[in-house]
C-alpha cells in the first residue's frame, strides 16, 4: 500500500505563493479548523480572522500556507517561511501535466498556452527543449515567483 505525502516548500512568501500554485494547479486553499466556509468565501480571509481571534501576532500570520487537491488525488503542498534565499539549483521540483496524450507540434502547443498563463500569474519562462524521440516529448522549464523551477510537460 502506497504513503500518503505532503510536499514541503520554502519560501519567503508563503501566502503568495500559495496564491500562485493554487492558481497553477487548480488546487485549494483549506479553510481553517472548525469553519464552514461557504460557497465562493475566502479561505485567506477566514485564515487572517481565525489567526487574529486565537491572538497570532501579525508578524506571523505569513509562516505559512496549505493547499489540497480538492478532488483528493494529489498530494498535499505545504509552504514555509524560511529566512535564507534559494541560492542553487533545486534538487526536487514539481512536473505539471499540461499535455497529457498529445505529441509532436500539438503538445508543444499546449505547453505554450500553460507557460503563457503561468506566466500571467507570475512565473518566469526558463527554457523551452523540443521533441527528442523515442524518449522526449518535449518540455517547457519554468520558474515561480520565489525561483523554484518545474517542468511543463
Not at 36 to 55: S, T
Amino acid at each position: 500500500m502506497s504513503r500518503e505525502f505532503q510536499v514541503t516548500i520554502d519560501a519567503h512568501d508563503p501566502r503568495a505563493l500559495s496564491v500562485f500554485w493554487r492558481d497553477a494547479l487548480d488546487y485549494a486553499i483549506p479553510g481553517p479548523p472548525g469553519a464552514e466556509l461557504a460557497e465562493g468565501a475566502d479561505p485567506l480571509a477566514a485564515w487572517d480572522a481565525f489567526l487574529e481571534r486565537v491572538g497570532v501576532p501579525e508578524e506571523q500570520r505569513n509562516a505559512r500556507s496549505a493547499l489540497e487537491d480538492p478532488d483528493g488525488r494529489g498530494p498535499r503542498l505545504f509552504f514555509q517561511r524560511v529566512p535564507e534565499d534559494k541560492v542553487a539549483k533545486n534538487r526536487l521540483h514539481l512536473d505539471i501535466r499540461a499535455a497529457p496524450g498529445l505529441q509532436g507540434e500539438e503538445r508543444m502547443a499546449a505547453l505554450e498556452a500553460e507557460c503563457d498563463r503561468l506566466v500571467g500569474l507570475g512565473a518566469t519562462r526558463v527554457s523551452r527543449h523540443e521533441p527528442e524521440p523515442p524518449f522526449g516529448g518535449g518540455h517547457i522549464v519554468m520558474a515561480d515567483p520565489e525561483g523554484n523551477e518545474f517542468c511543463l510537460d
